[in-house]
């Protein structure tokens, strides 16, 4: 990746169009034109506090039992349908999920990842990345892109996350009552499956006090 700043995010971009046509081979596009508009909406308007011009998203939803969200590098966010519904198509939550996994995009986390993974990175030596990125992902699935990242990069993107939703004028503490909502439902594990989204990240009460902790400088 060298270059102009320009450059490297048009690497990313192709990189990330590559691996969001194999994501949609793999996971089904929600039917329903209004779960699209719904995504655009927040995500624009995400999208428009964005102090980088160079960066460009899109946003889609795709039907999964799973509560989950990724980010492609390149800006190609994708969510499920259940964890809209487990947000309960409240629009400021929406904004904390979509501004937390657009943060792993703007600080670089997604496509770092990606690079640094041993297959890619000895793939990439022979040819460029863009050339090798969709059959590895057809071969290890999209559980890869799903997981979490390090603690302190989940921490840094919910920073992250609650300041550009606070900046497109959501409500930022949607963010800290959408985990403890979440908190509360896990210790009913009957209840409703969380799944490995929220499971793997961050303890919700370290999460919540690191959001409180950028609310209360604001």
């Given amino acids: 990746m060298t270059g102009t700043e320009a450059d490297s995010i048009k690497v990313e971009n192709d990189v990330g169009r590559d691996l969001a046509c194999e994501i949609r081979r793999q996971l089904k596009p929600s039917p329903q034109p209004q779960d699209k508009e719904t995504l655009n909406k927040i995500g624009s308007r995400l999208a428009a506090c964005v102090a980088n011009r ?19 590098p390149g800006g190609f966010v994708f969510v499920t349908d259940s964890l809209v519904e ?16 657009m943060a792993h995009v703007i600080r670089g986390h997604a496509i770092h990842r990606l690079i640094s993974n041993s297959v890619i990175s000895a793939a990439a030596r022979a040819a460029p990345i863009r050339g090798v990125v969709s059959g590895w992902l057809q071969r290890v699935g999209i559980q890869f892109l799903e997981s979490a990242y390090s603690q302190d990069l989940e921490f840094e993107a919910d920073r992250f996350g609650v300041k550009l939703a606070s900046a497109a004028k959501y409500d930022p503490h949607a963010a800290a009552q959408l985990l403890a909502r979440l908190a509360e439902t ?25 959001i409180a902790r950028v609310l209360g400088k604001r």
């Fill in 86 to 101: 487990l947000c309960e198509w409240h629009e400021d939550e929406l904004a904390f999920i979509l501004g937390h996994e």
């Fill in 54 to 72: 160079f960066r460009t998203f899109s946003f889609e939803m795709v039907e999964s039992p799973e509560p989950n969200a990724f980010a492609l």
């Fill in 186 to 210: 896990s210790r009913h594990p009957g209840k409703l499956n969380l799944g490995s989204y929220f499971s793997s990240h961050p303890a919700y009460d370290v999460r919540i006090n690191n």
